[in-house]
């Protein structure tokens, strides 16, 4: 936007080169009109550069966003690993509740043999991912 302070800053001088009669109705509205223009350009160079602030700000919260992004992703990364998906089953035995950690079954493996914690019998779980 430097080019257009620097144009009408060429108009100023071009009018003073000419040695208005500032007494002329030419002459004042000529004169007028830099003024406006030198105004309308200083608005024009103030706004280009509160855009540029927030230009580079919205980088900033952009920057920021990413990094959150990673941060977010990498949590769920760790905690896929360290969260258990707890599955809650009754021994067939003695109706003991017993949590048991779904990751417990191999992949594709369908079931498994648990020994009740509570009577020691054993029995098989199904793997609820598995398609019957
Ligand atoms: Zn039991």
Redesign the pocket.
């Known amino acids: 936007m430097n080019n257009i302070l620097e144009r009408v800053a060429y108009l100023r001088g071009l009018s003073d080169g000419l040695a208005l009669e500032s007494d002329t109705k030419e002459s004042k509205l000529i004169l007028e009109m830099i003024e406006v223009m030198t105004e309308m350009a200083e608005s024009i160079e103030e706004l280009s550069e509160e855009m540029m602030e927030i230009d580079d700000y919205v980088e900033l919260i952009d920057e920021d966003l990413d990094e959150l992004e990673d941060f977010i992703y990498d949590f769920d990364g760790d905690e896929e690993e360290k969260d258990f998906d707890f599955e809650e089953i009754e021994?067939p035995?003695?109706?003991?509740i017993i949590a048991i950690d779904k990751d417990l079954f191999e992949e594709g493996e369908c079931e498994k043999e648990m020994v009740?914690p509570?009577?020691s019998?054993t029995f098989i779980v199904d793997n609820d991912a598995c398609d019957e």
Do not use: D, I, L, T
């Open positions: 021994c035995y003695c109706g003991e009740c509570n009577c019998e």
